[in-house]
């Protein structure tokens, strides 16, 4: 998978010298076959997918990286999107019948920009488009989670796409969720913040018990 400015191009995109393909981000030696890679990582030929390492990143804005510059054209972010996977270890995969190469990703591989709403109490259905124009409903197939900041106590929204892939849910739109948001009690005694979609209830956060 080989890029050429915003364009993509059909032969194999190598980046680095064949040492360099043998390294993590983080700097330690990848396996000649990653022990963690989904099982359904296709095969083609009779072989096994070249393992290639992609000059990729995803800054947590959403946007998307090639040699440090910013990939334009939507159209081609949504393509790569298609063969993105997360293994066991959380790393992030490019995977084509024919390659395979481990990217950089700073938060989440998306972001959510929109919400609508539909129904109420239990019934209620939340939709989230993400900046690369899925749409999913939240439920039991899509939950949603808040990571509280340990340091600043800041929470961070997630909604998973689909499998081990998430989209951060824009401030905007969390500020939606927190308003239509209802107050319920928990057995431990505690008062839980959150809202309903497809009839489960998400969590947005805790208050102390009386």
Same mark, same amino acid.
């Given at each position: 998978?080989?890029?050429?400015?915003?364009?993509?191009?059909?032969?194999?995109?190598?980046?680095?010298?064949?040492?360099?393909?043998?390294?993590?981000?983080?700097?330690?030696?990848?396996?000649?076959?990653?022990?963690?890679?989904?099982?359904?990582?296709?095969?083609?030929?009779?072989?096994?997918?070249?393992? $290639?390492?992609?000059?990729?990143?995803?800054? !947590?804005?959403?946007?998307?990286?090639?040699? &440090?510059? +910013?990939?334009?054209? @939507? #159209?081609?972010?949504?393509?790569?999107?298609?063969?993105?996977?997360?293994?066991?270890?959380?790393?992030?995969?490019?995977?084509?019948?024919?390659?395979?190469?481990?990217?950089?990703?700073?938060?989440?591989?998306?972001?959510?920009?929109?919400?609508?709403?539909?129904?109420?109490?239990?019934?209620?259905?939340?939709?989230?488009?993400?900046?690369?124009?899925?749409?999913? $409903?939240?439920?039991?197939?899509?939950?949603? !989670?808040?990571?509280?900041?340990?340091?600043? &106590?800041? +929470?961070?929204?997630? @909604? #998973?796409?689909?499998?081990?892939?998430?989209?951060?849910?824009?401030?905007?739109?969390?500020?939606?969720?927190?308003?239509?948001?209802?107050?319920?009690?928990?057995?431990?005694?505690?008062?839980?913040?959150?809202?309903?979609?497809?009839?489960?209830?998400?969590?947005?956060?805790?208050?102390?018990?009386?």
């Amino acid at each position: 998978m080989r890029m050429s400015g915003d364009k993509a191009v059909p032969n194999p995109m190598k980046v680095g010298n064949a040492m360099a393909n043998d390294k993590r981000s983080d700097g330690q030696t990848v396996p000649e076959t990653p022990p963690d890679l989904p099982s359904d990582l296709p095969v083609a030929l009779g072989r096994t997918p070249t393992l $290639e390492q992609y000059d990729i990143r995803i800054a !947590r804005d959403g946007t998307w990286f090639h040699n &440090g510059d +910013p990939i334009r054209r @939507i #159209e081609l972010a949504k393509l790569f999107s298609t063969v993105l996977k997360r293994d066991d270890d959380g790393d992030y995969w490019l995977i084509t019948p024919v390659e395979r190469g481990r990217i950089v990703v700073d938060d989440a591989p998306f972001v959510a920009v929109e919400m609508t709403v539909a129904g109420s109490g239990a019934d209620q259905v939340l939709s989230f488009r993400t900046n690369l124009d899925h749409w999913v $409903e939240a439920g039991p197939e899509h939950p949603i !989670r808040v990571a509280v900041n340990p340091e600043t &106590g800041e +929470p961070a929204p997630y @909604i #998973e796409i689909r499998s081990r892939l998430e989209a951060l849910i824009l401030r905007p739109v969390f500020y939606d969720m927190v308003e239509r948001s209802e107050t319920r009690r928990t057995e431990t005694g505690e008062s839980e913040v959150g809202l309903w979609s497809n009839k489960v209830f998400f969590t947005l956060g805790r208050l102390p018990g009386d």
